[in-house]
């Protein structure tokens, strides 16, 4: 008689309600794969919740069940005993850079003849408060003990290490046997993910940080730099800089 080894180890409290938390464009969805993953390894049963913000307060009072859900822009009110928050963060210029080409792409937005895009005032104010929402909501989850912060770079340079921030964050222990599965299955996810959405975008992690998607540690510029104007750049620079 074989007796397998088993992979993975379950210390969890029941019912608990795991919230990925994050702007978009700021790797939420692969986070919540991700999630999903590790949960589907160790045989955890969980309800996906979708995105609506309204229900959240009403699930943590009255859970069911684990819970999973992805949302964007949430902003817990107090500390709970049975949340944890994963909430995705990206540079504010790589962040705009990407919903601008999503809004050319998309049709949303026009571009002039140097082929930079056509910003009005009301797009300008709309970008800059989401620049400043988002760093709002960075600072105050940022000293959480029910929070765990997960940088979009960091996250496409080192998708095994974070991986394995977020195993160890939910109490689910794993195998590198496991790890190495896990991270394997999300790279192929978000590569086809990417194709299909956005045909011209470099899939991989290499690729984009080559193409300039994802602004490199060593301070290299990334697209933005090219597609943003200069006037919103140092208006977004100014409000980093505050």
């Given at each position: 008689m074989i007796i397998k080894k088993r992979l993975w180890f379950v210390d969890m409290p029941e019912h608990t309600i795991y919230i990925v938390n994050g702007y978009y464009r700021t790797g939420s969805t692969l986070v919540y794969?991700?999630?999903?993953?590790?949960?589907?390894?160790?045989?955890?049963?969980?309800?996906?919740?979708?995105?609506?913000?309204?229900?959240?307060?009403e699930i943590i009072k009255n859970p069911k069940s684990n819970y999973i859900i992805k949302t964007h822009d949430w902003k817990p009110s107090k500390n709970y005993e049975n949340v944890k928050?994963?909430?995705?963060?990206?540079?504010?210029?790589?962040?705009?850079?990407?919903?601008?080409?999503?809004?050319?792409?998309?049709?949303?937005?026009?571009?002039?003849?140097?082929?930079?895009?056509?910003?009005?005032?009301?797009?300008?104010?709309?970008?800059?408060?989401?620049?400043?929402?988002?760093?709002?909501?960075?600072?105050?989850?940022?000293?959480?003990?029910?929070?765990l912060i997960i940088e979009y770079e960091s996250l496409y340079y080192n998708v095994r290490k974070n991986v394995k921030?977020?195993?160890?964050?939910?109490?689910?222990?794993?195998?590198?046997?496991?790890?190495?599965?896990?991270?394997?299955?999300?790279g192929l996810i978000e590569i086809k993910r990417q194709i299909?959405?956005?045909?011209?975008?470099?899939?991989?992690?290499?690729?984009?940080?080559?193409?300039?998607?994802?602004?490199?540690?060593?301070?290299?510029?990334?697209y933005w730099y090219k597609i943003l104007p200069m006037d919103l750049i140092s208006l977004i620079i100014n409000i980093l800089n505050d």
């Open positions: 794969i991700i999630i999903q993953k590790l949960m589907e390894y160790a045989e955890t049963r969980y309800i996906y919740a979708g995105e609506n913000k309204n229900q959240i307060d928050i994963i909430y995705t963060t990206r540079n504010p210029l790589d962040y705009i850079a990407s919903k601008i080409i999503r809004g050319i792409y998309m049709g949303r937005l026009k571009t002039d003849s140097d082929n930079k895009p056509i910003i009005d005032d009301i797009e300008e104010a709309n970008i800059l408060n989401n620049v400043m929402g988002q760093i709002e909501n960075q600072k105050r989850l940022m000293n959480r003990n029910d929070t921030r977020i195993s160890k964050f939910i109490n689910i222990k794993i195998t590198d046997a496991i790890l190495n599965r896990i991270t394997d299955e999300v299909e959405e956005i045909p011209y975008r470099g899939a991989d992690a290499k690729t984009q940080i080559r193409h300039g998607h994802i602004s490199q540690y060593d301070g290299k510029s990334g």
